[in-house]
Nanobody, 122 residues
């Protein structure tokens, strides 16, 4: 079982920055891709950004140019640097890790973090 621990959320004024972190831990697994999702108040959860094992990155149009996803492979940690924050970025942010568990046979699983609140005031 892979566990994810998120940190770095909080309250910030519009135009400010925050950096989210998500550390994965467990035994006998290999991470494929890591991603961030968010769920604004009263809305469905939505995809924000993904970084692949090879380091390729993809972003939702609403955050392109403002958010940067990165990872530290040695620490199994993914980051989301959020700049030029807007009130509409207010949401609970979730870390998502697609990984392979070394079982017989190996299985692909997705783990979710517990969610962390980001609030942007106008």
């Amino acid at each position: 079982q892979v566990q994810l621990v998120e940190s770095g959320g909080g309250l910030v004024q519009a135009g400010g920055s925050l950096r989210l972190s998500c550390a994965a831990s467990g035994v006998a697994f290999r991470i494929n891709s890591m991603a961030w999702y968010r769920q604004p108040p009263g809305k469905e959860r939505e995809w924000v950004a993904t970084i692949t094992r090879g380091g390729s990155t993809l972003y939702a149009g609403s955050v392109q140019g403002r958010f940067t996803i990165s990872r530290d492979g040695a620490r199994n940690t993914v980051y989301l640097q959020m700049n030029s924050l807007k009130p509409e970025d207010t949401a609970v942010y979730y870390c998502n890790v697609n990984h392979v568990r070394f079982e017989t046979p190996p299985v692909v699983r997705t783990a979710w973090g517990q969610g962390i609140q980001v609030t942007v005031s106008s």
